[in-house]
Nanobody, 126 residues
Framework: QVQLIESGGGLVQAGGSLRLSCAAS????????MGWFRQAPGKEREFVAA????????LYADFVKGRFTISRDNAENTAYLQMNTLKPEDTAVYYC???????????????????WGQGTQVTVSS
């Protein structure tokens, strides 16, 4: 099974930045579309961003466009989420996930992501 280990969460003031990392092991990272999702307490897990397995495209939720950037480094088997201009409503547990289907399309559908990291807490104050 694919193992995903997340890091980089923490406490930050509104307007600040964080970079989340997701290190993958097991399987072939370069063939996985990588996604980031988040879940606030009492709320549904929601799509944040994804990068296609080929690296040719990215997808973002409307609420993070222009603020967050997803990227990947296949040499290090790691996906990143650079989060800028953070807002209090960004507070959530952030999860990385892998879609192993090698689809032509980048998916925002949670059902297409079969492997998940443990989550990392992001808290934005003010």
């Amino acid at each position: 099974q694919v193992q995903l280990i997340e890091s980089g969460g923490g406490l930050v003031q509104a307007g600040g930045s964080l970079r989340l990392s997701c290190a993958a092991s097991e399987g072939t990272f370069s063939s996985y579309t990588m996604g980031w999702f988040r879940q606030a307490p009492g709320k549904e897990r929601e799509f944040v961003a994804a990068v296609h397995w080929t690296g040719a495209s990215t997808l973002y939720a409307d609420f993070v466009k222009g603020r967050f950037t997803i990227s990947r480094d296949n040499a290090e088997n790691t996906a990143y989420l650079q989060m800028n201009t953070l807002k209090p409503e960004d507070t959530a547990v952030y999860y990385c996930a892998a879609d192993t289907r090698r689809s032509y399309l980048t998916s925002r559908n949670i059902k297409n992501y079969g492997y998940w990291g443990q989550g990392t807490q992001v808290t934005v104050s003010s």
